[in-house]
């Protein structure tokens, strides 16, 4: 099985940072982020991975080279402007013909892949999709009134929960019909597109395992709990 990494994002929340390293690129520790994303994979027992690559390409290119220094064997998909994430997706249709991991390059994941992958063919789902259990708490009482506007309930600072996508699936090829070739295109609409033709999307939940690392704030995050899981080893 292929593993498709999306890598081609402006990184625009990261800067300056990523003025002049793209966002996968960015070190977590000794290792930058899309190292450890392509060590989950190898871990996982996917060692076949193409990168979508555009924005400062070379830098990961470079880096990574054909992946056998890294016990993998990488291809690049190239696009020579921004395309969004199904767009990106999209440059890599030539390079995949069977059911294969799609999964974003700024997000750090541990979660059991192999267990995913087993609901995804046993459910024969045109997509799985993981989620992530979030939990936010309100910083303000919630007030809830009825149609005449009178007061029902008054819930102090409650506690959202939510299933949050991670931007880690597991896909068939024939995802690649649903996305315009060379424009920018999200895949929230290869989604919709995909509901509304009564494809079966399955999902994967987690409670654990996931770190977005999209902003200033999620970025000192996950250095935060990569240095704490180091202090555990």
Not at 19 to 31: A, N, T
Not at 134 to 156: C, H, M, N, Q, S
Not at 209 to 218: L, P, Q
């Amino acid at each position: 099985m292929k593993a498709v990494i999306l890598t081609g994002g402006l990184g625009t929340r990261l800067q300056p940072y990523t003025l002049f390293v793209p966002k996968p690129m960015l070190p977590l520790g000794d290792k930058p982020l899309l190292e450890h994303s392509i060590n989950w994979l190898k871990k996982n027992n996917i060692k076949s991975i193409v990168l979508c690559v555009s924005y400062l390409r070379k830098n990961i290119q470079d880096y990574f080279q054909d992946g056998e220094d890294f016990g993998v064997n990488i291809e690049y998909a190239v696009s020579n402007k921004p395309l969004a994430t199904a767009g990106q997706l999209k440059s890599a249709e030539k390079f995949i013909d069977d059911t294969f991991v799609c999964m974003y390059g700024d997000s750090i994941f541990d979660f059991d892949l192999k267990g995913m992958i087993k609901k995804h063919q046993k459910s024969k789902s045109f997509l799985t999709m993981c989620l992530y259990e979030y939990k936010f708490r309100l910083p303000y009482g919630v007030i809830d009134t009825d149609k005449k506007d009178i007061i029902t309930a008054w819930r102090e600072k409650p506690e959202i929960i939510s299933n949050i996508n991670t931007g880690c699936y597991v896909m068939e090829p024939n995802v690649f019909p649903l996305i315009p070739s060379n424009i920018p295109y999200g895949m929230d609409k290869v989604i919709d597109k995909a509901m509304s033709k009564k494809m079966k999307l399955n999902s994967f939940l987690i409670k654990k395992g996931f770190t977005d690392v999209g902003d200033m704030d999620s970025y000192e995050k996950a250095y935060k709990e990569f240095k704490e899981k180091l202090g555990k080893i």
